[in-house]
Structures are given as C-alpha cells and as structure tokens.
C-alpha cells in the first residue's frame, strides 16, 4: 500500500553499532571532589566569587574612570576575581594538592582586598549622597571589606592545612 506524500525511515540498530550507545563511557576523567563545596574552604572560596563579582559589578556600572583610585579598586577586584575562580576549578578538580602556593595567593588578596577597600572606603564621600555612584560605590566598599574577610579565612584554614601536614 502506499501512503500519499509520507515516508518513513527504519534505523535498524542491531546491524550498525555505532547507533549503540552501550560503548560510551559516562564516567569523566577529570576527578571532581564534590565535598570541597561542602567545606569551609569551599564556601568561602564560593563566597569570594559572588562577593568579588558584586565588587567589581558595583564598580564598573558607575563613573570611577573619573577617579584614578577607583581603577586601583576595580585592578584588584577582577584580579583576584579571576583568579580565585581558576583555583576554585583547580580545588573542584583536585589539582590543588600539586600547588602548595595557595596560602600566598589567599594571604596576598586578604592584603590588597583590604586596601583595596579602604581606599575605595575613603573615596565614597567623593560621590552625591543618594545618587547612583554613590550608593554604588557604598555598597561596593562593604562587599569589598567582605571579600577580604573571605579571603582571611581562607588563608587561615590555608595556614591551618598547611601546619597540620608538617605535624605529620
């Protein structure tokens, strides 16, 4: 019988195997430690991403080109922004157990965070109360003491680690 203007395709899988799906591996070969989420060095490591994005978001949406100090502010924040969601991969993927440097990193953006914020703290007064730098640049200035406190907490649990392991 033949049907007016309808065709139909017949996949007969048991003669091609490449159609099988059976030989496909679903396990990744890259090693994911799903508990360092779970961790305090994980939440603060996630903390530090989301604070930092909001520092720099803060930032970039306002005139701070206007104010040499602010691109010191804004260097600082996707500096260690991007780097801190490289190493938050590098945990995720358990490759930080070949870079014993991570204190350095942690201590080193705990200090020019914090700098970082004070200067931008001294410079929020420089903006029209209730207009949109300024609030920007207020609500920037806490996230940014925030970020630092993270990053504080990091390198003490990074120092932590790092004592326990020469105990052993």
Same mark, same amino acid.
């Given at each position: 019988m033949e049907e007016s203007g309808v065709s139909? &395709?017949?996949?007969?899988t048991s003669s091609n195997p490449y159609l099988e799906f059976d030989h496909i591996s679903t396990v990744s070969s890259i090693p994911c430690d799903k508990q360092f989420?779970?961790? /305090? /060095?994980?939440?603060? &490591?996630? &903390?530090? !991403? !989301?604070l930092g994005l909001l520092v720099c978001g803060l930032i970039a949406g306002?005139?701070? *080109?206007?104010?040499? +100090? *602010?691109?010191w502010v804004m260097f600082v924040a !996707? *500096?260690?922004?991007?780097?801190t969601l490289f190493l938050l991969i590098l945990f995720l993927t358990q &490759?930080?157990?070949?870079? +014993?440097?991570?204190?350095?990193f942690n201590t080193s953006a705990t200090l020019l965070y914090l700098v970082a914020a004070v200067v931008e703290a001294t410079l929020v007064d420089?903006?029209?109360?209730?207009?949109?730098?300024y609030n920007s640049w207020a609500a920037s200035t806490f996230f940014a003491f925030l970020v630092s406190l993270s990053y504080g907490g990091s390198a003490y649990l990074g120092f932590k680690a790092w004592r326990d392991r020469g105990e052993e």
């Open positions: 139909r &395709a017949v996949i007969n989420i779970k961790s /305090a /060095a994980g939440l603060l &490591a996630c &903390a530090e !991403v !989301v306002t005139d701070y *080109f206007r104010m040499s +100090p *602010f691109g !996707v *500096f260690y922004w991007v780097l &490759a930080h157990s070949r870079i +014993p440097q991570v204190l350095i420089h903006g029209v109360k209730g207009h949109h730098n």
